[in-house]
């Protein structure tokens, strides 16, 4: 069965988190031509490493989402202090009204409710609250899941896979995470792939699903 959708919204707390958690399936969309749009509500100035910018993840999360084919224009970025979010609550459910309102997606990805990071969580229960009507899967983010219901798979060929390493080496000033390498990035797809008879997948959970 095929999601039938004509705009897609990805939702990434943090610059990056788009890219890990769903990757390759943008890069599978965007070649069967649907418009995809990424919100990142933070590019986690307080966190960055010494020897680079304070900004160097906005730099960064542009050269990624061109890697993987979202127009320049589909990139909204917020300004949201990493580590904040459930302080803003209210503001945060406004920007994504504010999105629903203005790009009325058929298809949303988001964290899981089940991610433990404290942005991650408020994300994805302000996302259900804003885009209760429209489709969502949660992506996976296996460093910060307890637990993951693997309830949805896109299959995934080579060149989804590669356009998602590609995008993620982008990202030079989060390398040094043990997760933020192709070994990692090919083995989690081949994980989730040998679940659906397939070599390479990357899964969801389920919050809602709008059949038409």
């Known amino acids: 069965m095929q999601i039938k959708c ?15 958690g769903c990757g390759g399936t943008i890069s599978k969309y965007i070649e069967e031509g649907v418009e995809v749009f990424y919100a990142a509500f933070s590019a986690c100035q ?6 680079f910018p304070s900004d160097i993840l906005i730099t960064e999360v542009k050269a990624a989402t061109n890697v993987l084919g979202i127009k320049k224009e589909n990139l909204i970025l917020f300004d949201y202090d990493v580590r904040t979010f459930n302080f803003h609550r209210q503001s945060i459910l406004d920007n994504l009204i504010k999105l629903r309102t203005e790009i009325k997606p058929d298809l949303v990805f988001m964290p899981s409710k089940n991610d433990i ?6 994300i ?4 259900l609250r804003a885009f209760k009507f429209s489709s969502i899967l949660a992506y996976e983010i296996p460093w910060n899941n307890i637990t993951f ?3 949805a798979f896109f299959h995934l060929e080579e060149r989804h896979i590669q356009a998602k390493i590609k995008a993620l080496e982008e990202y030079k ?9 192709e070994e990692f990035i090919r083995s989690l797809a081949r994980t ?4 659906v008879s397939e070599k390479y997948a990357e899964t969801f959970e389920v919050l809602r699903l709008n059949i038409v």
């Open 192 to 195: 989730r792939g040998v679940q």
């Open 6 to 20: 004509k705009r897609i919204l990805i939702l990434a707390p943090h610059t990056d988190d788009g890219e890990f």
């Open 173 to 181: 000033s989060q390398a040094h995470r043990p997760y933020a390498n």
């Open 117 to 122: 990071h404290q942005d991650h969580l408020t």
């Open 46 to 51: 307080q966190s960055v490493l010494k020897e």
């Open 149 to 151: 219901n693997t309830t």
């Open 124 to 127: 994805a229960e302000e996302g």
